[in-house]
Each structure stands twice: as C-alpha cells, then as structure tokens.
C-alpha cells in the first residue's frame, strides 16, 4: 500500500509506503462516513518535512482520496522522532465556501448549479431518483456550501453525498473535484457478507435512543412565520393530515408507537424556510427524521484479505449475533468505516439503515437475498383529540 503526500499546489512532494523502507507511514485509520460523506486520515510517519496545508492522497476501492492535513504532531523516541499527520478530506473546504440569499425550487442538479458556482467542485454523478424529487429550500443569509449540502439531505429523500476527485496529473498538480449524489440505500455495494460473532466479529455494542424522538413537531420559520394558515386534507393524499390552525405537525405512527400516556410528543423545530408552505415541508422531513427510536451498531470485526478488499461504506451486509436478547439478526448498511492499511485488527464498522429479519441467516446461504422482514408499523387508527396533544 502507497499514499502520496502532495505540496501545498498539490504537486507530488513523497511517496509513502506501508512496508519496509525509507519512506514509510504506520499507525494509520481511515475514516468514512456514510451520513455525512466525511473522511479522515491520520497516520505516522518516519518523514520530518510534511506541513500542515499539505495534502495526502491514497487510492481506495478504485477511488482516489485526498485528504488535506490539519494538523500534526512531532513525537520523540529513544533514537528518533515520529511524525503524527491528521488530515480531513478536502470536501470540507466548502465550510469556507458560501452561497448568498436564493430560493430553490427544483431537482437536485438545479440546486447544485446553484451552489458550487465560485467552489473547486463541479456536478459529478446525481442518481435519477434523486433527480425526480423537486425540492424547495432558501436562504437569506450567506450560509457555507457543505452547511446546505447537509441540510438539503432530508430532503431529497435521504440521499447520500461523496466527495471524490479525479486524478489527471499529479505531477503538475492537475485534478478535477466532483459531488457525487446517491438515492438512499444506493451508494455501495450488496455484498451481503456476513459477520458473525465469534467468527470474524467480536465485542458488538448495540445502543439504542430516543433522545431526539417526537411524534410531533411545531414548525418555526425567518421572522416567527408558521403554517397555521395551510390545511393539508386526507382527500388531497397529503403526506399527513394538517388541520387549519394548527401550528403542529403530527404523525400518527409515531403517537402509537411512543407516546406520553396518550400524550403526543411534541419538540420544536426552527426552519430557514421564509413561507408557510416551505416551512410545513421542512417540519415534515425533519419529522421522519427523528420519530423513531434510533438504533445503532458497533461492530470490531476481522477482515481476511479479501473482506478488506471488498468492504466499504455504504455496503449491504449480514449481521448475526445470537448473545444478544432479543438476537441480532440484521440486515444493514455500513454507515461508518473505521480502517486501518497496516493493521487489520484495528478494522471497525458502525451499522446504520438496518432491518431485522425473521428468517434463520444461519441457515442460508450467504449469497441468498433475505427479503422476509419485519412487518412496518401500521398507521395510527385512531383520531387524535385535543386532550391527546395538550
């Protein structure tokens, strides 16, 4: 394994390797992050001239990543020194790049064209499922790029962010920088590989919570603006049902599935939206964000050479552990890779748009496509009276 570390232009200054050498790099973790579409990289190294402002670049399952470094650290030892380098992908620079005041009515390709104009970035690969969603979102204060980036997500139906980078010269310090957008549950691969405690995994935490959870939403836009003045009726076959003059939103599935002694649970939600009607649209995807108890899981796993070669974020995978009560039968997606290219025990994956199964994973073959799940929740049958909400 072979990372670059490129000048401050981002020309080639070294060229570091995982084995013996002179120029070498260990102790190392890769980071990748699903939700976010943010990596890191750190590592040590024997090289005492690498700065800060420079960058790191690595190929990756076929993709090249560039990390600009951060920070770093020089650390002594009896006989020599170590060099500690921190790097965050270069994505992150569009913290530092901002939009003015716009409003946005349109599909995600529109937006984008929006946004990165002045940027380093330029439209790379956006799904046509992301595509087909028209989407309204403002601002009317400059706000950073990755900031809109993130707050569009939901949405665009929870669509899925990469940062990537075409190489053409490195040399010459010559690349193009892309935003690639993924539909939800795209971005990866459905590899279905296994991890199974006490074979390849081992030490699996399991956290559940509903710090954020509502079942309810009041929706506050620029200037105190609100939705009271919108009705969204059942005979329209509007997302949920909204009540003129009412200032909430709720939603029934969740009210039945965690509720107050009857009592809905209400948060407060403040929105950049500017009219009613973008306001009740940010009220409702911020709803379906957080009205049900999150789940996650953290698993230290053991990858062989070949799992290591073929894991990344975003992939489809089977999880089975039986110590657990009740079982951990899943289907999940990687939304968090935590590697190391040096050393294999340090390898971990957090877990993310999981799904349990009923069927024995144990008893199938790895490569059969586990579609017998868990019922959804049924909608909330009842009406919801005012002594329900107060």
């Keep these: 394994m072979e990372i670059k570390i490129l000048d401050k232009n981002k020309k080639l200054k070294h060229i570091l390797s995982s084995a013996e050498g002179d120029n070498i790099f260990f102790n190392d ?24 402002g420079e960058y790191v670049l690595f190929n990756w399952h076929e993709k090249h ?5 951060k920070t770093t650290e020089d650390v002594e030892h009896i006989d020599s020194t170590v060099k500690n380098i921190y790097s965050e992908f270069v994505g992150i620079e569009l913290l530092n790049s901002y939009a003015r005041e716009f ?14 104009q002045g940027t380093n970035y330029e439209i790379g690969y956006v799904s046509p499922d992301v595509d087909a969603i028209t989407a309204y979102y403002s601002i009317s204060e400059p706000t950073a790029v990755y900031t809109i980036l993130q707050n569009v997500i939901t949405s665009y139906d929870n669509c899925e962010f990469e940062f990537d980078v075409d190489v053409i010269d490195c040399i010459l310090g010559k690349y193009k920088f892309l935003i690639n957008v993924y539909a939800n549950g795209e971005r990866g ?38 939705f009271k003045d919108i009705e969204w009726r059942p005979e ?24 107050n002694g009857g009592k809905v649970i209400l948060g407060k939600y403040k929105s950049d939206a500017t009219t009613p009607i973008d306001l009740l649209w940010d009220t409702y995807y911020k709803l379906q964000e957080i009205k049900q108890t999150k789940f996650v899981y953290d698993i230290p796993v053991y990858m062989t050479d070949e799992d290591y070669e073929n894991t990344d974020v975003g992939d489809t995978v089977y999880v089975i552990n039986d110590k657990f ?3 951990v039968q899943l289907e999940a997606r990687i939304g968090h890779l935590e590697i190391s290219f040096t050393d294999r025990d340090k390898n971990k994956i ?12 144990k008893n199938i073959d790895s490569n059969t496509i586990i579609k017998d799940t868990i019922d959804q929740l049924t909608g909330f049958k009842g009406k919801l009276t005012q002594a329900d909400i107060d």
């Design 29 to 52: 973790k890769y980071t990748s992050a699903l939700s976010t579409g943010a990596e890191t990289f750190q590592t040590d190294t024997n090289l005492s001239d690498i700065e800060e």
């Design 65 to 69: 990543k560039m990390m600009q470094i």
């Design 103 to 116: 409003k946005h009515e349109g599909n995600m390709t529109k937006l984008l064209g929006t946004i990165l």
């Design 189 to 226: 691969n459905k590899t279905y590989k296994r991890f199974e405690y006490n074979f390849n995994s081992y030490g699996m935490k399991r956290k559940g919570d509903i710090t954020d959870f509502c079942s309810g939403l009041i929706g506050v836009g620029v200037n105190g603006i609100t």
């Design 236 to 259: 329209d076959n509007p997302p949920l049902f909204k009540p003129m003059g009412d200032d909430f939103l709720i939603d029934p599935e969740a009210h039945e599935m965690l509720n």
């Design 325 to 327: 009560e009740p079982s």
């Design 350 to 361: 957090t877990l993310s748009n999981y799904k349990e199964v009923r069927s024995k994973i």
